[in-house]
Nanobody
């Protein structure tokens, strides 16, 4: 079964930086899109950033210029570098991928979500 493991969350002061990572389990065959979403307390989950398998990136207008998404296909890992954080960035951050896996069929792309990692921006 495909699993995504996020890490790197924590407490940071306003203006600070954090780097998140998300690693997919080894039964992944090919990853297409990778993305980060976030959900703040009392709000709906929202899209943050996306990177395609051709390394084309897109960002939410709320984070563009401050966050950078990247990926390492040799490690099945996505990264989110977050700079100049504000209290408005406080949320649980979720990793999302579209991928094929050995267990679900090499021609059957499916969506997978991580369990999330908490980012708190506060003094």
């Amino acid at each position: 079964q495909v699993q995504l493991v996020e890490s790197g969350g924590g407490l940071v002061q306003p203006g600070g930086s954090l780097s998140l990572s998300c690693t997919a389990s080894k039964d992944i065959f090919k990853i297409f899109d990778m993305a980060w979403y976030r959900q703040a307390p009392g709000k709906q989950r929202e899209w943050v950033a996306k990177i395609t398998n051709e390394n084309v990136t897109r960002y939410s207008r709320f984070v563009e210029g401050r966050f950078t998404i990247s990926r390492d296909n040799t490690k099945n890992t996505a990264y989110l570098q977050m700079n100049n954080l504000t209290p408005g960035d406080t949320a649980v951050y979720y990793c999302y991928i579209v991928a094929t896996a050995l267990t679900t069929g090499l021609n059957n792309p499916m969506e997978y979500w991580g369990k999330g990692t908490l980012v708190t921006v506060s003094t």
